[in-house]
C-alpha cells in the first residue's frame, strides 16, 4: 500500500515549457486535490476532484488545468509555465469530503 | 467564506517544556478542524481533527487540541516538548455541513525545540 505518490520529484522548465504532474492513490479513494506550497504563503488549493471524471477549481486555479480520467490518478498541467508558478506542489487524497486527507511527498518545480 | 489564523510565524520552546502552537478560524455553522505536521522535505501528516463531542481531541505523538467555540480557537498543545516536533504545523478548518467544500489551510506555524 503505498498511499500517495507523485511523479515527478524535481523538475526545472524553461518559460513557456509545458509539463504534467501525476498524482497516484491506491486507497480507493473519491477526492483528490492539487495544493502548492510558497513560503509564507501556507497551502493553496488550487484544483480538487469529488470523483471520477470530475474537476472544480480552487483558490489559485490561473495556469493550471486538471485531468481525473481515472479514480487513482489526478493529473495537473501546465501548458505554458512562467516563473510564478515555481513552487512545491503536493497532491493529497481523501475518501469523502470530511474524511482526512493523504498527502504525498511533494514535487519541486522550478521554473526558469 | 472560511478562514484560518496562525499568528505566529515561528515558535521557540525549549524541550521538555510545554509548548502551545496557536490557531483561530472563521466559518459559517459548526467547525471541522484539523492539525497536519510537515517535516523537512516531506508532505503533510494528519495529527488530530475535531468534528463534535469532547472540546479536548488527542492526537498522534502526544499532541492535543483544545476547541473553543465562544473564542473560535483550536490551539494544538503538547505538555513536554521534544526536539524531534521541531517541524511546520498546520491548522485547517471547513464548515462541517457543506457539501463539497474543501478544507483551507493556515500559513503554518514553524516550530523550534531547542535542546
Known amino acids: 500500500n503505498a498511499g500517495v505518490t507523485q511523479t515527478p520529484k524535481f523538475r526545472v522548465l524553461k518559460t513557456g515549457q509545458s509539463m504534467t504532474l501525476l498524482c497516484a492513490q491506491d486507497?480507493?479513494?473519491?477526492?483528490m486535490y492539487w495544493y502548492r506550497q510558497d513560503p509564507g504563503m501556507g497551502l493553496r488549493l488550487i484544483h480538487y476532484?469529488?470523483?471520477?471524471?470530475?474537476?472544480a477549481k480552487g483558490e489559485v486555479p490561473d495556469g493550471y488545468n486538471v485531468s481525473r480520467l481515472k479514480k487513482q490518478n489526478f493529473l495537473l498541467g501546465l501548458e505554458s509555465a512562467a516563473p510564478s508558478q515555481t513552487s512545491v506542489y503536493f497532491c493529497?487524497?481523501?475518501?469523502?469530503?470530511?474524511?482526512?486527507?493523504?498527502f504525498g511527498p511533494g514535487t519541486r518545480l522550478t521554473v526558469l | 467564506a472560511q478562514s484560518v489564523a496562525q499568528p505566529e510565524d515561528q515558535v521557540n520552546v525549549a524541550e521538555g517544556n510545554p509548548l502551545t502552537v496557536k490557531c483561530t478560524y472563521s466559518?459559517?455553522?459548526?467547525?471541522?478542524l484539523f492539525w497536519y505536521v510537515q517535516y523537512p522535505n516531506r508532505g503533510l501528516q494528519f495529527l488530530l481533527k475535531?468534528?463534535?463531542?469532547?472540546?479536548l481531541v488527542k492526537g498522534s505523538y502526544g499532541f492535543e487540541a483544545e476547541f473553543n467555540k465562544s473564542q473560535t480557537s483550536f490551539h494544538l498543545k503538547k505538555p513536554s516538548a521534544l526536539v524531534s516536533d521541531s517541524a511546520l504545523y498546520f491548522c485547517?478548518?471547513?464548515?462541517?455541513?457543506?457539501?463539497?467544500?474543501?478544507?483551507?489551510f493556515g500559513k503554518g506555524t514553524r516550530l523550534s525545540v531547542i535542546a
Open positions: 493529497a487524497s481523501s475518501l469523502t469530503g470530511v474524511d482526512t486527507q493523504y
Open positions: 486507497m480507493n479513494h473519491e477526492y
Open positions: 476532484s469529488v470523483g471520477e471524471g470530475t474537476t
Open positions: 466559518v459559517s455553522g459548526n467547525p471541522y
Open positions: 475535531y468534528i463534535t463531542g469532547d472540546n
Open positions: 485547517a478548518v471547513r464548515p462541517l455541513h457543506s457539501g463539497n467544500t474543501p478544507l483551507v
